[in-house]
């Protein structure tokens, strides 16, 4: 290959991974969670009944607090609830989360994670 071939098939490779990083950013802000459909989708699920005013204040101790948790944190959570179907090896297992998320796509549950994490909430974090 001369030094003119070399030179175009450079500019070649530099533009297609261009184009490859363009596509997926565009895909990334395409698939964006959207914290208002997760609120949507919190209410109509009740999450609030066991969960409390907020996401923040549960009804028993045994069920945690929701506000202000990282979004990916909730998704996989979701997640490992809507696998779980009673094998412990598969994902988390309770019947009345499992029930809650079993409808939910994987978007959806994307868009309440990040609902959940633009909340106020009790969250502590260790520095």
């Given at each position: 290959?001369?030094?003119?071939?070399?030179?175009?098939?450079?500019?070649f490779?530099?533009?297609?991974?261009?184009?490859?990083?363009?596509?997926?950013?565009?895909?990334?802000?395409?698939?964006?969670?959207?914290?208002g459909?997760?609120?949507?989708?919190?209410?109509?699920?009740?999450?609030?009944?066991?969960?409390?005013?907020?996401?923040?204040?549960?009804?028993?101790?045994?069920?945690?607090?929701?506000?202000?948790?990282h979004?990916?944190?909730?998704?996989?959570?979701?997640?490992?609830?809507?696998?779980?179907?009673?094998?412990?090896?598969?994902?988390?297992?309770?019947?009345?989360?499992?029930?809650?998320?079993?409808?939910?796509?994987?978007?959806?549950?994307?868009?309440?994670?990040?609902?959940?994490?633009?909340?106020?909430?009790?969250?502590?974090?260790?520095?």
């Amino acid at each position: 290959m001369n030094k003119p071939q070399q030179a175009l098939h450079t500019v070649f490779k530099a533009a297609c991974a261009s184009a490859a990083v363009i596509g997926l950013v565009a895909a990334n802000v395409a698939h964006a969670a959207d914290a208002g459909n997760g609120k949507v989708l919190s209410d109509s699920h009740n999450c609030a009944a066991c969960h409390g005013v907020n996401l923040n204040k549960p009804v028993s101790p045994e069920y945690p607090k929701l506000a202000g948790q990282h979004s990916d944190y909730v998704y996989w959570a979701l997640r490992q609830y809507q696998m779980g179907n009673g094998n412990p090896h598969l994902g988390r297992n309770n019947p009345i989360m499992q029930a809650q998320v079993q409808s939910l796509s994987q978007s959806d549950m994307k868009d309440i994670a990040a609902y959940v994490e633009s909340l106020n909430g009790d969250l502590v974090q260790k520095k």
